[in-house]
């Protein structure tokens, strides 16, 4: 159980974790197997980075209707066996719905029989995972009843926090009024934990449609729900990938969901798991990346130039000093200053870990130094159709800049602080030189 | 009139239909024709495809200022005469503006002119439709004028349904409000029916700009939107698509609103009124589509292949069982796997209302058999290039995916029911055996 | 100081300004230069297009918290001597933060002392900027301060306007509540004025991350920040645009914003400012564009065509008046007809400043003739590939489209009734009649 806290401020995040990368769900009862908890077992005892941050034995949707109650027990007997050598957080996920009384008061019982001490598995469980929530006044239901599953069983306030998964419009336009909601002496609200996108039944809620079926990318509502999150002191989780054999998609999108400020992602499988755990991490080497036709080409490092080996974009040094680009179709005669434009807007560079590091010591110590704001410049020579330019960027530094770029590295140490049984894997990733330098800075 | 009815819970649907294609308005008087209601009268006798779910005749901006008395006259008369055979639902747009009380008793007295029993037009009525909506206390004044017609002329309570356009940032942030609004017993806002986008006039009341006086997109509308639909129970509709010869252009756009879950759109003539009823239907036979350059192309199909027949993408086999992949002036050497791993992202499947029915009816065998979630697979031979490679893809169906890919067929059903003039056009779609099993299934 | 307005509709603009082009942020006071005052003498002096419509002595972020006391002292200084002559309006932003009592505690102080009429300087400030505001309670505050300060100096009530940087989602939240929360007697929040993005902090707020560290472009952010403008009668001003040297991003970015209806934008340099005064205005010429590969290519005007010179779009005439058209890698064959379709999908015009005002004046006469709809037709000869294809579009303009087209002048006539400094400029651009005629029409 997380320790009890209540605070004036909503938006002050008051449970262990700051972030959370992965929310991986086992079923909690098969059938046709002779152990109907194998899932749960096997994944009670993963460990390091095919572990997750948290672990939701999900009594819904994952699970047969037929299971649910053997699914109890079964998460009881495992909590109990397994739970505390667990590394992540546990948060099962018991039955509910905004439309059917009959099935929340479902979700109460498993609720109250999962916490009852004498099953021995309370002490290791996080919280709850509350599925198919709709307005506000529908998580108040289910926040009472984690307050009376408290009291009927001596566990302190507020102790068991509440996860919801955001699967309707009215979930989505609930996530606007949390913060107004959450001060009122009526509800415990201040247990709430992670706000989890559902698509799938979303897009069944709404009511949308795609020629193929994929799923439509919603980014309103993962914007909302981050928003929801930020505003409230929350943590963003977006919804499950089940395309599970198309990892570049994963990536992709859980690149898109952190210029969002979503973190977390849902896993299906330990190896979604540790694709999830390892990509919010900053990178063990810087890269330069070359924008062409609209899409972003990493280029070789190779000799302390970075070459694009691709045709896309072509360049031609002319005996005066000038030089024609060739891109998309289109070309353009360019001088030295023209074309240092150019690749203003197209070059980037990727920091890794190390620079990330070094940048925010380089503002630290101007700052001891009485400056405000300094400019950090980058230099490189690229390569483009075998002609190498110079390039150098300088971005400013202030306090903000500074605040905004530390986010990874404050990621990165909530990850160490919480998940020692992932220090072995970051010190193989990074050298132990760079990880010490990472927990110390900022 | 729609039957009366009430309900605990505002998210259900308490109207005919559950889907709206098509919102078509007339000019209810024209000027220098002999007879000004021409087009009412030509527009009343619409049929099957051509014919709309929601037929507005438009007493406010399709009619000129000095036109609209004579427009009110016409809209009874009409509507009197052919209202009874009007296959859709009948929806006079009355006028109104959030800043002007004149405006609105101005369209307070058209609804009480147009609901009139002795004029013998109401009973054809299913509603009105209100421009120009400010906040949702501008809504309840609406409102409170339909309550009060309802009452002066003896009809049901809630009998007439109120549809509002939305082109204000009052009235989008209103849709947020509608499900709390909805309770209260001081208003009747239970009679909402559609949410429709007025972008023209949104535009104009953010006061946004384009280079070459387009309309923007504006997505976030249409999500919300869609959203306040989903969450108070009503239908979403789209606005006027202006460019009339632009039916790719058109058909684009509800592609996109369909994946916001907006099916419904305004149309402008029976040509886009049968466009728009088209649309949103599952296709008669499935294609494969290839992603080029970031642009979906859809592939031939030829004895049994599927043939890429463009040169933006190259593919050409060496002998070692390598592929080399030509995309957007890259090129790549793949292995077998790391080729299908590329198609898996590039190809994609477009089912046809066939394909839809078997996965349905193979998912609630599934299910009978008490299996809660099976694989679908898809397989396909594709041509790029001139090779031939073997595809395949898989996804997992749950009880969630299944009622998320339903939604086209509920709307399939939704038409058959409600529009019996559109029988004959669907069986020559799809034929009777086809059209018999998806009115069955689900 | 804007004269003292308080109004029933929270929606009418009650302040000088309809549009802000410009928010341009100077240091308050910089260490060690002999005046540290030097920076802000120097913008306060600024004229003409280099001179922004909104001036915002930066009291936070621009001036080293060790400065900030002499920072107001020189705001004091610097305002009574140039106040008077300042084109523009005088904002200065003082400290303030949601979570830190005592540093808007010291914010109250800054203003205290700014608007002291014994230091002769308020009768030149316009109002406050405060930054980094949370809840709407929280604007609440910073709006009792200034409500206090106007009493305690004998100020009219509500000259001093308030406007707010939004940089976490309480407040991004907050500006969907404006409207109801202004017309409360409590408060005299009837004085705020911009609605000011602040992303660099609003992406530390969410915690978001890219790659490469740049900001993200939150979308969603902005429209809500244009929406809560428009719901509640303010000005929506987009943030800090911070690659200095990159000003075709940052024209795109204004491009962006203005079809969000954000017409404001942040300046951090005099040239900034006057690449941002200039980019919202018509130009002065009108032009062809054509969509190739996604992109907008600007086509050369020469001898009464206007010519494509890329080689990303390819068109051939066969003897047999068919076309063939490559695009992307495909090819395809077209008749005439779908070669003119084709275009309308591709083709669009950029009008003058000299076009809008004739189709505004041709709709003038329509009306005066008693049409409500005309269709306004352009023509033109593109020339694609060697090939001269006869081009034309035509648009139906109402009442609707005429009052969104009206735009762009609207912000140019209200540029020219408070701007007299940039007259010059403005017939320099577009010559004195064309001037003449736009500040008479509509």
Same mark, same amino acid.
């Given at each position: 159980?997380?320790?009890?806290?209540?605070?004036?401020?909503?938006?002050?995040?008051?449970?262990?974790?700051?972030?959370?990368?992965?929310?991986?769900?086992?079923?909690?009862?098969?059938?046709?197997?002779?152990?109907?908890?194998?899932?749960?077992?096997?994944?009670?005892?993963?460990?390091?980075?095919?572990?997750?941050?948290?672990?939701?034995?999900?009594?819904?949707?994952?699970?047969?209707?037929?299971?649910?109650?053997?699914?109890?027990?079964?998460?009881?007997?495992?909590?109990?066996?397994?739970?505390?050598?667990?590394?992540?957080?546990?948060?099962?996920?018991?039955?509910?719905?905004?439309?059917?009384?009959?099935?929340?008061?479902?979700?109460?019982?498993?609720?109250?029989?999962?916490?009852?001490?004498?099953?021995?598995?309370?002490?290791?469980?996080?919280?709850?995972?509350?599925?198919?929530?709709?307005?506000?006044?529908?998580?108040?239901?289910?926040?009472?009843?984690?307050?009376?599953?408290?009291?009927?069983?001596? &566990?302190? *306030? @507020? !102790?068991?926090?509440?996860?919801?998964? $955001?699967?309707?419009? #009215?979930? +989505? =336009?609930?996530?606007?009024?949390?913060?107004?909601?959450?001060?009122?002496?009526?509800?415990?609200?201040?247990?709430?934990?992670?706000?989890?996108?559902?698509?799938?039944?979303?897009?069944?809620?709404?009511?949308?449609?795609?020629?193929?079926?994929?799923?439509?990318?919603?980014?309103?509502?993962?914007?909302?729900?981050?928003?929801?999150?930020?505003?409230?002191?929350?943590?963003?989780?977006?919804?499950?990938?089940?395309?599970?054999?198309?990892?570049?998609?994963?990536?992709?999108?859980?690149?898109?969901?952190?210029?969002?400020?979503?973190?977390?992602?849902?896993?299906?499988?330990?190896?979604?798991?540790?694709?999830?755990?390892?990509?919010? &991490?900053? *990178? @063990? !080497?810087?890269?330069?990346?070359?924008? $062409?036709?609209?899409? #972003?080409? +990493? =280029?070789?490092?190779?000799?302390?130039?970075?070459?694009?080996?691709?045709?896309?974009?072509?360049?031609?040094?002319?005996?005066?000093?000038?030089?024609?680009?060739?891109?998309?179709?289109?070309?353009?005669?360019?001088?030295?200053?023209?074309?240092?434009?150019?690749?203003?807007?197209?070059?980037?560079?990727?920091?890794?870990?190390?620079?990330?590091?070094?940048?925010?010591?380089?503002?630290?110590?101007?700052?001891?130094?009485?400056?405000?704001?300094?400019?950090?410049?980058?230099?490189?020579?690229?390569?483009?159709?075998?002609?190498?330019?110079?390039?150098?960027?300088?971005?400013?530094?202030?306090?903000?800049?500074?605040?905004?770029?530390?986010?990874?590295?404050?990621?990165?140490?909530?990850?160490?602080?919480?998940?020692?049984?992932?220090?072995?894997?970051?010190?193989?990733?990074?050298?132990?030189?760079?990880?010490?330098?990472?927990?110390?800075?900022?």
């Amino acid at each position: 159980m997380t320790e009890s806290a209540t605070t004036a401020d909503p938006t002050a995040r008051h449970y262990d974790r700051e972030f959370v990368r992965t929310f991986f769900t086992s079923p909690t009862a098969v059938e046709g197997e002779d152990d109907s908890a194998k899932m749960l077992r096997s994944a009670a005892q993963l460990r390091g980075m095919r572990a997750p941050d948290v672990w939701v034995p999900d009594n819904e949707d994952a699970t047969a209707p037929s299971m649910r109650a053997e699914g109890v027990r079964n998460i009881v007997d495992v909590v109990r066996e397994h739970g505390a050598a667990v590394p992540g957080e546990i948060h099962p996920r018991v039955v509910w719905h905004r439309d059917d009384p009959q099935t929340r008061y479902r979700g109460f019982q498993q609720i109250l029989e999962i916490t009852d001490p004498e099953n021995g598995a309370v002490e290791h469980i996080d919280g709850f995972v509350i599925p198919e929530v709709g307005g506000v006044d529908d998580w108040k239901k289910a926040d009472e009843f984690l307050t009376i599953a408290e009291r009927e069983h001596g &566990l302190d *306030p @507020e !102790s068991l926090s509440m996860s919801v998964i $955001v699967e309707s419009g #009215e979930a +989505e =336009l609930a996530m606007g009024d949390l913060r107004e909601e959450m001060g009122k002496p009526a509800n415990n609200l201040q247990r709430l934990f992670l706000l989890v996108d559902g698509e799938v039944d979303y897009t069944k809620d709404m009511r949308a449609m795609t020629p193929t079926g994929e799923l439509p990318p919603w980014p309103e509502l993962r914007h909302n729900t981050s928003r929801g999150a930020s505003a409230a002191g929350l943590v963003a989780v977006d919804g499950p990938y089940d395309d599970i054999r198309d990892v570049e998609g994963y990536r992709e999108r859980m690149r898109e969901n952190r210029a969002k400020g979503m973190t977390g992602i849902w896993s299906l499988t330990p190896t979604q798991v540790e694709v999830a755990n390892t990509a919010p &991490l900053p *990178p @063990e !080497s810087g890269r330069w990346l070359l924008e $062409v036709d609209g899409r #972003e080409i +990493e =280029l070789d490092a190779e000799e302390g130039r970075h070459v694009y080996r691709g045709d896309g974009l072509g360049l031609e040094e002319t005996g005066t000093g000038q030089y024609v680009l060739r891109a998309g179709g289109d070309e353009q005669t360019l001088d030295a200053d023209e074309l240092r434009e150019e690749l203003l807007d197209r070059a980037a560079y990727v920091p890794s870990m190390d620079d990330i590091v070094d940048s925010m010591e380089a503002f630290e110590d101007a700052k001891d130094a009485g400056k405000g704001a300094i400019a950090m410049t980058r230099e490189a020579t690229l390569e483009i159709d075998g002609v190498a330019v110079e390039h150098s960027t300088d971005r400013m530094w202030d306090e903000a800049t500074y605040q905004a770029a530390k986010t990874p590295i404050t990621l990165f140490q909530d990850v160490y602080e919480h998940r020692p049984d992932q220090h072995d894997d970051l010190e193989q990733r990074y050298g132990a030189d760079v990880v010490e330098r990472a927990t110390n800075v900022g």
